[in-house]
């Protein structure tokens, strides 16, 4: 099941571990961009490209979820420290425009939980085919 991919989803649940990751990553770049750089630019990518250059069915996800719980727990305590004069400084993504720091807390609280809904449909397209 972890790699099974659904003919209306071009990620498989073990994909959608590792891009977390990824994302993860960029978000931990970005969240500490946002403190010590504001007003700098962040780093778009393209998680598709990523997904085939990187090989994701070859990587390990244990290895991603281990590596996302370790980017959020770190983001997660150094966020809960920051004088709240912080949450006024901004970024710019090249998608998303000028984001602050609530804008960036809020894109990557929804992200989460919207790839496991994505998980979960895939789940029940692989159990409906068996």
């Known amino acids: 099941m972890w790699k099974y991919r659904a003919a209306h989803d071009p990620w498989s649940i073990h994909d959608l571990v590792l891009h977390l990751a990824d994302s993860e990553a960029n978000s931990y770049a970005r969240c500490r961009r946002l403190i010590a750089e504001p007003g700098s630019t962040v780093m778009a990518y393209d998680e598709m490209q990523w997904a085939r250059a990187l090989d994701y069915?070859?990587?390990s996800a244990d290895d991603a979820l281990e590596l996302f719980k370790w980017l959020?727990?770190?983001?997660?305590?150094?966020?809960?420290?920051?004088?709240?004069?912080?949450?006024?400084n901004t970024i710019e993504h090249p998608e998303n425009g000028t984001m602050t720091m609530d804008d960036w807390l809020d894109v990557y609280t929804r992200h989460v939980s919207e790839h496991v809904e994505q998980m979960r449909r895939i789940q029940a397209a692989w159990q409906a085919r068996r």
């Open 57 to 59: 069915h070859a990587q």
């Open 72 to 88: 959020r727990r770190a983001s997660y305590h150094l966020i809960r420290t920051l004088p709240d004069s912080v949450f006024t």
